[in-house]
């Protein structure tokens, strides 16, 4: 029986820190890597490369000031940070995360995580985030012990380029904090006239608190119905939720219409994003010496070239 504390069973049992956004492990340490050795000189010549354009739509390293920090359950805060031109958008493409830099406690180490803006792109003046705070977790323990007037360095980074109607479906499919860039995309996605992709989300989660950006998603399904639905997979559900009891399994992924084999999934993308235990149960394992073991998604129907992990 998994333990009743992973949205994914003995499969997941928690998000490692490095993994506390939208970027994959191996994506953040070299972009870290690369990054940190031009810290200095982007430092000196960031002011005047994006003068009059959107801070982010270039790379560089910029110091923003937080403006507030708003606890939204009993372990994520929503911190937002004004841009330097309030007039300005953050510049970011769909999908981009930031690195945050800093140096906790006043320590000489960096301490450097990536996390996905979860305001709209379009927004003047602020960038957004949503912030679990992790046991032992270094920055999301710097980050929530901020407090209005300190700053924090940030630099952006590309992930997936979307392509408007390049896929008729996309399925994301995400664990705990791995929401943000699944709703950085999917509230991209609709909010652009001209790409009638249809969205389906399914969120495991530990219970109905975990939910922090419900209200959001329950927005658009009720603007765009038939083109979004999300789907809440709840380890402890409270007394009376609405949402399925359980982890997210072939079963969940059937029932919420993402089946391979269906007609209408011809040409689906799958994004992943959460847990390294998560991505493996869902997209299997690859070996050196043996044959590949396939995974939930597989056994769908997916092919490899449809699946992509944030």
Not at 290 to 296: E, F, L, N, S
Request: proline residues 9%.
């Amino acid at each position: 029986m998994p333990p009743p504390t992973s949205p994914f069973g003995s499969l997941l049992l928690r998000r490692p820190p490095l993994r506390a956004s939208a970027m994959s492990t191996q994506v953040a340490v070299a972009a870290a890597v690369a990054g940190i050795g031009a810290y200095a000189f982007y430092r000196r010549s960031a002011s005047t490369e994006t003068a009059g354009k959107p801070i982010f739509s270039t790379f560089g390293f910029h110091s923003l000031k937080l403006h507030s920090s708003e606890l939204i359950n009993h372990n994520t805060k929503k911190l937002r940070f004004e841009l330097p031109d309030p007039s300005q958008p953050s510049g970011l493409s769909l999908t981009s995360a930031l690195l945050t830099i800093s140096f906790p406690n006043g320590g000489w180490k960096p301490c450097i995580r990536p996390y996905t803006p979860t305001n709209s792109r379009d927004e003047p003046g602020f960038i957004e985030l949503m912030v679990k705070l992790y046991p032992n977790g270094r920055q999301s323990t710097h980050l929530h012990s901020l407090k209005p007037g300190d700053k924090v360095t940030f630099a952006p980074i590309k992930e997936l380029a979307w392509t408007p109607n390049k896929h008729p479906h996309v399925a994301l499919i995400a664990g705990g904090a791995g929401i943000t860039p699944m709703y950085q995309l999917a509230s991209g996605i609709l909010s652009n006239p001209d790409d009638q992709t249809r969205v389906t989300l399914v969120w495991g989660v530990n219970t109905d608190e975990d939910i922090f950006l419900g209200e959001q998603f329950s927005a658009l399904e009720k603007k765009f119905p038939g083109r979004f639905k999300a789907v809440y997979v709840v380890a402890t559900p409270d007394a009376g939720s609405p949402h399925q009891k359980g982890f997210v399994t072939k079963k969940v992924l059937e029932g919420a219409g993402l089946s391979a084999t269906d007609e209408k999934n011809s040409g689906a993308q799958v994004l992943v994003c959460g847990p390294p235990p998560m991505e493996k149960a869902l997209k299997g394992t690859k070996s050196l010496f043996g044959a590949a073991k396939g995974g939930v998604l597989a056994e769908l129907g997916y092919r490899s070239d449809q699946i992509y992990s944030f």
